[in-house]
């Protein structure tokens, strides 16, 4: 057997090199590096970086600048558990156990326009799902209304006061929920978590179909116990009510007076 004879040792990089220290010359057999190899791309030095930088901070998915920031926050939203399956729990914890809030139609109707002069508008500004209905033609779109869960608008009625932190319309909720839900249906995964903050009523009279939602699934937890309406751009149309731009919900078709209701 003859000795293969190394070449362009000075190509392997030192981090190659200490680890090559360890292993016995006669068995070593690397030749060359790849230029690529170790090298991260410039999304991912991002993402690390941001990573360490916020280890310890409570961030937000909607925050997420990327695919690797994304795929960190869906693992840790897998994660976490739901107080109310926690026994143990002490009677104070539980006051401040997030709930999920019902909305009905009507309600959703209404925060479905452009913002007044005392609202705020949605966190995503520009990127907002109003600026992109296809019924609307490219750039006539407008940023909607932040949208409050019912107990947020009534202290805004009330004492005028608007949530700490700017959150998203309701087509930007719509949208988010969708996105997670497909992500968990398609990968076949459970969670303890609850990806919704509210739910719809679907099949009761002047509400939603069944259809028009994404529904708990029965054979795992996708993180919904109610119904949510399905976000579809082509299912909206503008229409400009006392000089204000509304969206109606025109491809959002209502139950039959018949129909058995989902809950109520
Ligand atoms: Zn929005």
């Not at 994404?214 to 579809?232: F, I, K, R, T």
Request: with cysteine; aromatic share 10%.
């Amino acid at each position: 057997m003859t000795k293969r004879i190394r070449s362009g040792s000075e190509d392997i990089p030192s981090i190659v090199s200490d680890l090559l220290r360890d292993v016995p010359q006669q068995t070593q057999t690397i030749l060359m590096v790849d230029d690529d190899y170790l090298k991260s791309t410039d999304s991912q030095v991002e993402a690390e970086s941001l990573f360490l930088q916020k280890a310890n901070a409570l961030k937000k998915l909607n925050n997420a600048k990327n695919c690797f920031d994304y795929a960190f926050l869906r693992r840790l939203l897998q994660k976490a558990p739901l107080d109310s399956l926690y026994l143990n729990r002490k009677s104070s914890d539980v006051a401040f156990r997030p709930v999920v809030e019902v909305v009905n139609r009507e309600y959703e109707d209404e925060f479905l326009r452009e913002p007044k002069t005392n609202e705020r508008a949605c966190i995503k500004g520009n990127s907002c799902e109003g600026h992109f209905i296809s019924t609307v033609e490219p750039g006539k779109g407008f940023t909607l209304r932040e949208f409050l869960l019912p107990s947020q608008y009534k202290k805004f009625l009330e004492t005028n006061t608007l949530p700490k932190n700017q959150q998203l319309c309701i087509m930007c909720r719509r949208a988010a929920v969708a996105k997670l839900y497909i992500s968990y249906r398609s990968d076949k995964v459970n969670t303890d978590s609850l990806i919704s903050d509210y739910r719809n009523y679907a099949g009761v009279v002047g509400e939603y179909t069944l259809e028009s939602c994404l529904l708990p699934s029965s054979d795992s937890n996708v993180g919904l116990l109610d119904p949510v309406v399905l976000h579809v751009r082509k299912w909206y149309e503008m229409q400009r009510v006392g000089g204000i731009r509304y969206y109606k919900q025109s491809g959002y078709s209502y139950p039959d007076s018949s129909a058995v209701p989902f809950f109520q």
